[in-house]
């Protein structure tokens, strides 16, 4: 059975800090990898796919890596931004319908 | 990205009324959907898997009867709240994906409160 698990749960940082956010699955057998953020009250907004084939997405600030064989994927966020301020979620497909799988989540604040 | 929109954003209700939430893809088909109940500081879960043009798949402990989908249309699914009591009060999100390569899209959430 697939489970993903995120380090730090919550993470605090002064504004500008470049930082990292961690993500772990137990299968290596995935097919793609999604990391998301939400904001209170929202629903998931998606901010970079990685698919099993690839090492790394990048899109803007935000760069995702994956290393499928130590079960891993890396969010790194450049120069952070109070507007970065939400939960982080990673997520792999799993099932026979693909559902997806969450990790546990960072709550990410920004201090200004 | 593709596009999933969800309505109401807000909905208040009484007691014993039911509620309809539409999840709708804007610019794919979706075979599939999903349907997700959040509370307060915790994680999404999984309610149903929705199916276009057959029965939606629950979770355990959903109560079917309770929370009834309809998968009519490849780019339309309803979750109807029925009779619907102040425990029903929740954030439900549905997610569709155009394909498992293009991964998920989510929509904007729906608040109900239920009095």
């Known amino acids: 059975k697939q489970e993903v698990t995120q380090i730090p749960a919550a993470l605090s940082v002064p504004e500008g800090e470049n930082l990292v956010l961690n993500c772990s699955f137990t299968?290596?057998?995935?097919?793609?990898l999604q990391w998301f953020r939400q904001d209170p009250g929202k629903g998931l907004t998606s901010l970079l796919l990685?698919?099993?084939?690839?090492r790394e997405q990048t899109s803007g600030r935000l760069n995702a890596s994956l290393d499928k064989s130590s079960g891993r994927s890396t969010l790194y966020i450049a120069a952070s931004q109070p507007g970065d301020s939400a939960t982080y979620l990673c997520?792999?497909?799993?099932?026979?319908?693909?559902?997806?799988?969450f990790g546990t989540g960072t709550l990410l604040a920004v201090q200004p | 990205g593709a596009v999933v929109s969800q309505h109401p954003s807000r909905v208040i209700c009484k007691s014993g009324t039911s509620v309809k939430i539409e999840c709708r893809s804007l610019?794919?088909?979706?075979?599939?959907m999903f349907w997700y109940r959040q509370f307060p500081k915790q994680s999404l879960m999984l309610m149903a898997t929705?199916?276009?043009?057959?029965?939606?798949?629950?979770e355990q402990g959903v109560e079917k009867d309770k929370f009834l989908i309809n998968h009519a249309s490849l780019t339309l699914s309803t979750l109807t709240v029925t009779s619907a009591h102040p425990e029903d009060s929740s954030f439900y999100i549905c997610?569709?994906?155009?394909?498992?390569?293009?991964?998920?899209?989510f929509g904007q959430g729906t608040r109900l409160t239920v009095v």
């Open positions: 997610s569709a994906s155009p394909g498992l390569q293009k991964g998920a899209f």
């Open positions: 299968d290596s057998a995935i097919y793609n």
């Open positions: 990685i698919q099993s084939s690839q």
């Open positions: 997520a792999v497909p799993g099932g026979a319908t693909n559902k997806l799988i």
């Open positions: 610019d794919f088909q979706a075979t599939t």
């Open positions: 929705s199916n276009e043009g057959s029965k939606a798949t629950y």
